[in-house]
């Protein structure tokens, strides 16, 4: 690995780990352009309580004649701030979104329950439940980072469910001895140090949005408040707003992130997956290196969406869109 490669695996962590290092940052004085955006109502929510007591909150969106399409989202994250990407897909598809436990609309549990093995468990859990509560029905999975590395596990481990898979920028831990193992360890370690000091409460979810639009300049520019909206939850005894994915929870799932078995197992996978990826040619790319390397050793279905980052569904949602259509299209499912 040359070091200019090195280097950008190192900054390529710093972004990811962003959210947590610059909500650090102190507001900007003055009056500011309110950001806006607000998700729309559900067809349907269902509580589903996971065998540890665990609730995940699973919801239906759209057209429920469309194709079916679940979607998750990234560590620290929710999938209520994805809207730019999953909103304009309401008219032609049923969606089934969710969070990953102890995320965005999630009760907080246990932490020593917040582990990928228990992803695994859930994700199973979460697909019969929509068999059995929306009905049989061929459902595609369209998931990013930590929600694609662990579907992708779940898929390898119980069988074919999610048919196809679209995975956006998927931070797979590289086999033993691949050049970017060793910068993607440390990066990894160092975005969880940068999330156990992430501010836990704000008196207001728009300081955590203009935070967002000061340092994550990409993003479409009604994700901000979006996100921070969905990654913080009102706590009724302060009045303040805090994380939903608590920091430490957030961190674990970082330095947890080591099993090499997914990144082999992706050659064997039993459905059709496609890799949309960020832009690997960007300074800061580390999950987009490993995704490019992953997709040319695994014969994968690859694309690269330019000048994006490991947000690339917030920065630019028409082409991950379009991406992700066209490979639906050649598996059968067209809108």
């Given at each position: ?20 290092a610059?909500?650090?940052a ?88 917040h ?17 059995r ?54 990066g990894?370690?160092a ?135 066209d ?9």
């Amino acid at each position: 690995m040359t070091a200019r490669h090195r280097r950008s695996i190192l900054r390529g962590a710093r972004i990811v780990a962003s959210i947590g290092a610059f909500a650090r940052a102190p507001g900007r004085a003055g009056k500011e352009r309110e950001l806006t955006g607000e998700v729309p109502a559900p067809l349907r929510t269902i509580d589903a309580v996971m065998d540890d007591g665990a609730i995940i909150r699973v919801r239906q969106h759209g057209n429920p004649r469309g194709p079916r399409l679940a979607l998750s989202h990234g560590n620290g994250l929710a999938i209520d701030g994805y809207l730019p990407f999953w909103g304009p897909l309401r008219e032609r598809y049923e969606l089934i979104v969710f969070d990953f436990r102890n995320h965005g609309r999630n009760p907080t549990h246990r932490l020593d329950h917040h582990n990928w093995p228990r992803f695994i468990g859930d994700l199973e859990h979460i697909f019969q439940l929509v068999q059995r509560e929306f009905g049989a029905k061929r459902t595609a999975g369209v998931f990013h980072s930590l929600s694609a590395v662990s579907a992708s596990m779940h898929t390898q481990r119980i069988g074919a469910r999610w048919d196809p898979l679209v995975l956006f920028d998927p931070p797979f831990y590289p086999r033993d001895g691949h050049p970017l193992r060793e910068p993607q360890t440390t990066g990894e370690n160092a975005i969880a140090a940068r999330a156990e000091k992430r501010t836990p409460s704000y008196k207001d979810p728009l300081e955590l949005a203009r935070q967002f639009a000061k340092y994550f300049t990409r993003w479409q520019p009604e994700a901000y408040e979006l996100m921070a909206r969905a990654t913080l939850r009102r706590d009724d005894a302060t009045g303040d707003y805090v994380l939903a994915c608590p920091r430490e929870f957030e961190a674990h799932v970082f330095r947890s992130n080591r099993d090499t078995n997914a990144w082999t197992a992706m050659a064997r996978m039993p459905v059709a997956v496609k890799l949309i990826c960020a832009d690997p040619t960007l300074e800061a790319a580390a999950p987009a290196l490993i995704g490019k390397a992953l997709a040319e050793e695994a014969h994968l279905d690859y694309a690269a969406i330019p000048d994006t980052t490991h947000f690339l569904q917030i920065e630019r949602p028409a082409e991950c869109i379009r991406s992700m259509e066209d490979f639906l299209a050649q598996h059968g499912i067209a809108a």
